[in-house]
């Protein structure tokens, strides 16, 4: 017989987040859980899971007997069904087209402070008008106290009544009965038991409005209601994916803070509405989350800087705890995202480990670390296409490693172009400038550079004992030249 429960409990010895360990043993409903994942990938219809809703009470209840427990996993292995909710409309209409980009919130009645009504302001401020025509927010109140919930959805409507009008915002509501069982569940990590009631209704919350939102748009992104956005997050947004066509990814990061920021293809979230409600009650969201983004095979974190998205809220939603959390990487104007356009990357320092090239020229949080460079060493970027710059900034060094900078360099553009594919450079170049503590910024450069520019280097002037860590390179182009 095959015990449900203590292969859940398994879960907690999966990924003991707070205090850093990992361990190294996979649970067997893990493994389980990534073959229903995979076997989704061939079983794509339009079957509705009618019992998903008893699978997770009994799942809460810790009583599911193995012939249900076998039928539920057989209805559960095509996650891309939707989940059978009937929603309440307490603010706008269903779409009448399908948009760009949906911004989701889920939001609850709060002990200390309220801040829905300003996150959805910055939402629709930071945005321009052609932006907003290309999104759609999607609030769902949360809270099971009716009065709480007809007093926002009035402030609401007073406020954005406009955007409710044009079609970009939703305000929905499920009826408690559609909920589980949210009393008695497991005390995973020695939680108090409001505290694992708060964080399970949490998680159920989120897959509720996931499954809204599935058929809206072609992406979606997940906010808190409580974050201040920064100014054309939109473009941003798109210029990121655009960067990433072509490549595998299933969450892209705009945050670092918990689910704040968190990107998916909407395709992907009726697979993770149904994981969120099969083990609502094991862990938090935003452990889920980067589960979630495991079993789908992608290992490694893609975020973004700046950040798009601010924590703004002092005050918790659960039980007005204090909650003073900042991202330090969120930048307000943020709407200048280099283009960094298609190039090959090369030099001839010493590499370090894993630290190549190419994380230097990407706008991922990642890095190129070479080992102590000498006079004439270099980092090359050969572009696919000749190309007009208006702008350059390089930036080496961490706050970790503030004396792994470049100390006695200068910044290169040339021309003409020799060589075979892979051994592609240019015969001519053209100092800009040199490095000032680590750092090279130049303006205007489609000015002061008459040619079409090939090629970018920057080449180190004097032999150094510290090793170089070159961690942006950010390069905007203006008009395409002349070909």
Same mark, same amino acid.
Request: include cysteine; charge should be neutral; glycine fraction near 6%.
């Given at each position: ?31 389980? /859980?990534?073959?229903? !994942?995979?076997? &989704? ?6 079957? *509705?899971?009618?019992?998903? +809703? %008893? ?125 589980? /069982?949210?009393?008695? !569940?497991?005390? &995973? ?6 505290? *694992?009631?708060?964080?399970? +209704? %949490? ?281």
């Amino acid at each position: 017989t095959f015990h449900f429960h203590s292969s859940l409990h398994n879960w907690k010895y999966f990924d003991k987040m707070r205090c850093l360990r990992k361990r190294a043993a996979v649970s067997f409903l893990g493994i389980l /859980v990534v073959c229903l !994942l995979f076997m &989704n990938l061939y079983i794509e219809d339009s079957y *509705v899971l009618e019992g998903d +809703k %008893q699978l997770i009470r009994e799942t809460a209840t810790h009583q599911l007997n193995p012939e249900r427990y076998v039928h539920s996993f057989k209805d559960l292995s095509n996650f891309s069904g939707s989940i059978n909710i009937s929603y309440r409309y307490l603010a706008g209409t269903p779409l009448p087209r399908k948009r760009y980009l949906t911004i989701g919130l889920s939001s609850v009645k709060r002990k200390k402070g309220n801040y829905l009504l300003e996150t959805i302001k910055s939402i629709f401020e930071q945005s321009s008008y052609e932006e907003l025509k290309e999104i759609a927010v999607v609030v769902q109140l949360a809270d099971f106290d009716s009065a709480w919930c007809e007093g926002m959805v009035q402030d609401i409507s007073q406020k954005f009544a406009h955007h409710i009008i044009a079609g970009r915002l939703i305000v929905i509501h499920v009826p408690e009965d559609y909920y589980p /069982v949210l009393d008695g !569940l497991k005390r &995973n990590y020695n939680d108090p038991e409001d505290r *694992v009631k708060f964080r399970s +209704k %949490q998680n159920v919350d989120y897959a509720f409005l996931l499954n809204f939102c599935a058929n809206l748009s072609d992406y979606y992104v997940m906010l808190e209601d409580d974050v201040r956005c920064s100014k054309n997050f939109l473009t941003a947004v798109k210029k990121v994916i655009t960067s990433r066509e072509g490549s595998y990814w299933v969450t892209l990061e705009f945050s670092k803070l918990g689910y704040i920021g968190k990107l998916y293809h909407s395709h992907d979230l009726p697979r993770l509405a149904h994981f969120l409600l099969m083990f609502y009650q094991e862990m938090p969201c935003d452990w889920l989350l980067i589960h979630f983004r495991g079993l789908l095979a992608q290992k490694e974190v893609i975020r973004f800087k700046p950040s798009l998205f601010q924590h703004m809220g002092y005050y918790s939603s659960y039980k007005g705890a204090e909650n003073k959390l900042k991202d330090d990487d969120f930048e307000e104007e943020s709407f200048d995202i280099p283009d960094n356009p298609p190039a090959n990357l090369h030099t001839n320092m010493n590499v370090f480990e894993n630290y190549e090239a190419s994380k230097a020229y990407s706008s991922i949080d990642e890095y190129f670390w070479g080992k102590a460079p000498s006079t004439g060493d270099f980092y090359g970027i050969v572009f696919e296409k000749p190309i007009k710059i208006s702008k350059i900034k390089v930036v080496t060094g961490t706050e970790d490693r503030q004396n792994d900078i470049l100390h006695h360099g200068a910044l290169e553009v040339g021309e003409k172009i020799v060589g075979s594919k892979k051994g592609r450079q240019c015969t001519t170049y053209l100092r800009l400038g040199e490095f000032k503590n680590g750092n090279f910024e130049i303006t205007d450069v489609e000015h002061k550079v008459l040619f079409d520019i090939n090629c970018m280097r920057i080449l180190v002037t004097k032999s150094q004992k510290e090793w170089l860590i070159i961690r942006s390179i950010s390069v905007w182009t203006s008009q395409t030249p002349n070909q």
